[in-house]
């Protein structure tokens, strides 16, 4: 058996294997946000596949301006924690540990319940068009630069909602921080456009950041699995770069570390892309090489090179996005030495909900 298959100590929580399912944005909850039974049969199915650690898809965090997308989930209310509740309950009886990813969706903003008007860090809207796969919507609204009240909201919106989560029983907490989310617009030179503390220099890139990782710290108490995803990129400009570069990379790290995060989660095309703006490293070996905090790497993982990843970055996580979705029992095949599909984008078409893949697995016996 592989090391990759070896239980792993991740701060408090040993796991039995290397191997996370990544979050993935399924569009599936009710209207209200409230995730259900679909939901449900969809996350035990990665942990009745072995996955030692599931990260939810991106959950929104106040009634405000945080939902980014039509039957996104929430975590802000009783119905919608009720219904984590029992998602919680199906993955632990398979033997897996849940942690859900808190996510404000800033200006890559599609359809939300409470508001038609997005809001970011500055009058902003991203690059390219909307995502097709979760939502009609053709053009990006631009959203209207948040005052200090409204930053204060999404700050209390992540609050209320780790705290939330940790009462669901959810074993952590991964704050969205990448992908061109609203964390991440505050640390993008394209996005945040601001010149007040939160905008300029890196380190006032960085506030909001850190302010929200310190609230969900607060929330939660010392002893509860806290982390944050960071990328450069983001899912219409998968290319754009930090100016500060790999040195401005490991400064968000340690800042993050700083803060009371417990780990980082790295993201990007593939774990090992040299992308930095000049140098070799990527954003796994940067923060590889931060002391104090733990790592999950994401990024092109699959059967062929897990366990030089494994190797690579010891004591780390690996988190699988597509090749899970091909294969929900992506780490029971390894275990047996079984064949791993490839993704078949049609699975998630026209909309990447879960409904659309049961039918595809359907039409295709798999
Ligand atoms: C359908 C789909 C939905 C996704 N939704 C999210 C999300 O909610 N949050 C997030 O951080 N990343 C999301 N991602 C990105 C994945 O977590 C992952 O980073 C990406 O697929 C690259 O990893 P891979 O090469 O293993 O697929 C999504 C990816 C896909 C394919």
Redesign the pocket.
């Known amino acids: 058996m592989s090391d990759t298959m070896q239980a792993v100590d991740f701060r408090s929580i040993r796991f039995p294997n290397r191997f996370a399912l990544?979050?993935?944005?399924?569009t599936s909850a009710g209207a209200d946000g409230t995730p259900n039974a679909l939901m449900a049969d969809h996350y035990e199915r990665y942990a009745q596949g072995g996955f030692g650690l599931v990260i939810t898809?991106?959950t929104y965090t106040d009634d405000k301006a945080s939902q980014g997308y039509a039957n996104q989930p929430g975590i802000i209310n009783d119905s919608h924690v009720e219904g984590w509740k029992t998602i919680i309950d199906r993955v632990h009886a398979a033997g897996s540990r849940i942690f859900v990813?808190l996510?404000h969706a800033g200006a890559q903003f599609q359809a939300n319940r409470y508001t038609d008007q997005p809001l970011g860090p500055s009058e902003v809207a991203p690059k390219g068009a909307p995502l097709g796969?979760y939502g009609d919507q053709q053009t990006w609204r631009v959203p209207s630069t948040m005052n200090d009240s409204d930053i204060q909201t999404v700050i209390d919106g992540f609050a209320r909602s780790a705290a939330n989560a940790k009462a669901a029983g959810f074993d952590g907490i991964e704050i969205?921080g990448?992908?061109g989310y609203l964390l991440n617009q505050f640390l993008s030179t394209y996005f945040n456009r601001r010149n007040d503390n939160y905008g300029g220099t890196l380190e006032n890139r960085l506030h909001l950041v850190v302010d929200v990782v310190r609230a969900v710290r607060k929330a939660v108490g010392d002893d509860y699995p806290v982390g944050i995803?960071l990328s450069q990129g983001t899912v219409t400009d998968p290319d754009y770069q930090l100016p500060e570069g790999a040195a401005g990379f490991r400064q968000i790290v340690e800042a993050v570390r700083d803060a009371g995060a417990d780990f980082v989660h790295t993201?990007d095309?593939d774990v090992h892309r040299q992308h930095f703006v000049s140098g070799d490293e990527s954003l796994a070996s940067v923060a590889a090489t931060v002391e104090g905090i733990d790592l999950i790497v994401?990024?092109?993982?699959e059967e062929t090179n897990h366990q030089d990843i494994a190797n690579r970055f010891p004591g780390t996580l690996l988190?699988?996005?597509?090749?899970?979705?091909a294969n929900p029992d992506f780490v029971q095949r390894l275990k047996d030495g079984k064949e791993i599909a490839e993704l078949d984008f049609q699975m998630?078409l026209p909309k990447?909900t879960i409904t659309n893949e049961l039918a595809w697995r359907e039409q295709n016996g798999s």
């Open positions: 990544a979050p993935m944005t399924r898809e991106g990813q996510m796969l969205h990448a992908n995803r993201t095309g994401n990024g092109g993982i988190a699988v996005g597509k090749k899970a979705l998630l990447a």
